[in-house]
């Protein structure tokens, strides 16, 4: 697979704002990578961040490194890392021991688990956003081989139709598959996730099990999170949508779920640097990892 070492083409080929994250996601899991203690290994990332997502990373660590008011900004890689593991484990129990066979990757970003991970014989792997973002993927991805079958479905997920899309890569809305909203909906306002997790849960079979990330809606507004939200809005992404009831937000949208936080059983790994505040305390920023499946009853 040939090194990039320019990122201009990326930059000039439609990569918006909130794409562009998407190469900032890369660049954690090449730094992830080349721990000694690392929780996963993706040895396409460098190359899938290029030079942009390193520069990214860097206005990112130099927010984690400035405390405010006496507390640190919240650790972005130990985060991203854990969240990884965390979806890496999932999803293979979902597909190994629970034989869903549709795994759908909302959005897909520059995500590599149908390359570097083993999945199930007959798995099919569906990887939707926007085509620059799949068109800068199959650039660095060019010689590297899936594991899966896999289908990249050029859609906008926020816009009507992609679920014709999805149906003619060959996805199957009567088998039961798995969704996974990764580093998404905290970008969007809160009437779009509500109307994309309705969209998702009518376009899925009984059996279906979703999986995402959310914060909670102090973590937008505490003063020790303003230096790395400021990051995101310079970038022309600004973090939205918090939820203090994940729970509560799924059950609406036909999902019955579960929230766990990082640093709780099953969401740790060695890794997650806080303490973990029990759900009645109040004021404190949260990161919710929410899996579970669709109702099979009002």
Known sequence: MTTHQDDTAARVAGLGPLERTALLTAALRA???SRPDRLYADPYAADLAGTTGPALLGEVAAAGARPTDGREVPSTPDFNAIRTRFLDEHLRDLTADDGIRQVVLAPAGLDTRA??????????WFEI????VLAHKRERLAGAVPRADHH????????????????AAGYDPGLPSVWVL???LY???????????????????????????????VALTLPHMKPLLDVFADWGAPWVFGVDEPEELLDACGYAVRAIQPGEEGAHFDRWPDPVP????????RVFFVHGRLRTAP
Do not use: C, K, Q
Not at 129 to 132: E, L, N, S
Not at 152 to 167: F, I, K, M, Q, T
Not at 278 to 285: D, F, I, K, L, M
């Open 187 to 217: 970008y969007l306002p809160e009437a779009e996730v509500r109307r994309l997790l309705t969209r998702i849960a009518a376009f899925s079979a009984p059996g279906s099990a979703v999986a995402a990330d959310l914060v909670n809606s």
């Open 152 to 167: 990249a479905v050029p859609a906008d997920l926020l816009a009507p139709g992609w679920e014709d899309h999805l149906r």
């Open 129 to 132: 956003d926007r085509p620059a």
């Open 115 to 124: 390359w570097r991970l083993d999945w199930p014989d007959g798995t099919r």
């Open 182 to 184: 990764e580093g998404l």
């Open 31 to 33: 730094a992830e990578t």
């Open 278 to 285: 029990p759900r009645e305390e109040t004021g404190v920023r």
